[in-house]
């Protein structure tokens, strides 16, 4: 039985508990805050979240792999904590193998020496399943009632952050489709493979983000932005864009409002992203020592992402087949940034870019075997 002082050291654990969950409202930091929470809190050496995958009927979760991390899954109905789900039951068991529902597929695997267990299941607040809470191996004796109970009160806080949590990456998942759609119909009449140079500009101008040291949200915003960043083209002829050959004066005149339509399009939107958006496509030719377009703005005047896409994007165009001109192989297209340091990009990027060029070139490497 507990005592009073055990009793206050739970409330307090609880509150924090509630703290710490509420504020991740990113699903993977949230399920690993969640086992570590409860594997201290009861005194166990292992915990996991599972939860369920309803297309496959499955359980899932993530698990250290040395360095990285890895998914885990199996049939909904496999094991203790498959048995907890779909009873919708607390199991305690304190000699795991010497009991029917346990598996020890995983032990086998692992080389791990499951001995008790205490499986409790996740309900969202209609009572369908999420998942289950699997803790392993108390350090001293076995869980006992206390525990039960305990759990199953983390379990309902945890619940509701899940849901949340899982609410919120649905919303930003159709939010950022949305964006690449829009993205793709500026682009699609002048590339072979718009969907391609879309995932080069994202995936190259958060890899350089991140190596600057911006913080996490931030890159991210900067994953999601930069697609949009030509958005406006769509209002250049076809006559203009598509021509094989080189612009005229006047053509090349017309081609040069493309940042500010796009700055048009998207000027006035509430989201924080369209609007980041829009600040990237008005100075995306804009040029460091302040010879670019539209309104020649100079160094650190010109916004921190559209310094760092202004790079990408050339650098994609570069090595990239246009109506105009054939493909540079990437150390061409490096060499020629490098050169432009300075004069058309802020050479703190160019850095940046240098540094992460063997990453790029991976990344490369990586979408041409199939
Ligand atoms: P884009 O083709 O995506 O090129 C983006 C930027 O990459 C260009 O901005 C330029 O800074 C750089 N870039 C692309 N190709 C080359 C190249 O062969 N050599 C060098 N040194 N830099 C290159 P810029 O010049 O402001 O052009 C903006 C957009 O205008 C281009 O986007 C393209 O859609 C169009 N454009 C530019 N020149 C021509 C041209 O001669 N013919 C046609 N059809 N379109 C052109
Ligand atoms: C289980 O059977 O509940 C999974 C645990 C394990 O196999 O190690
Ligand atoms: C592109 O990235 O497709 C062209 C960007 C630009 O207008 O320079
Ligand atoms: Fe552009
Ligand atoms: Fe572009």
Redesign the pocket.
Known sequence: MANKGDLQRRQLLLVQFGRKVSSEPRLGPLLEILAEEVRQILSADRCSVFLVDKDKNELWSKVAHGLEKRELRFPISMGVAGFAVQSGEVINIKDAYNDTRFSGEHDKVTGYKTQSILAVPLKNREGRPLGVFQVLNKKRGFFDEQDEGFLQLLSVIASAAIENAQLYEDLKKSHLETIYRLAMVA?YR??EDTAK?LRH?SKYSALIADRYGLPYDQVEDIRYASPL??I??VAIPDSILRKPGKLTPEEYKE?QK??EYGAKMLEGAESKLLKLASRISIA??EKFDGTGYPNGLKGEIIPLEARIISVV??F??LT?K?VYKKAWSPEEAAAYIRERAGKDFDPAIVDVFTKAFPDICEMILLEIIP
């Open positions: 682009e002048d590339q140079h500009i960043h030509d406006g083209k081609m493309h940042p995306h030719h994007d050339v994609d165009a990239t246009r």
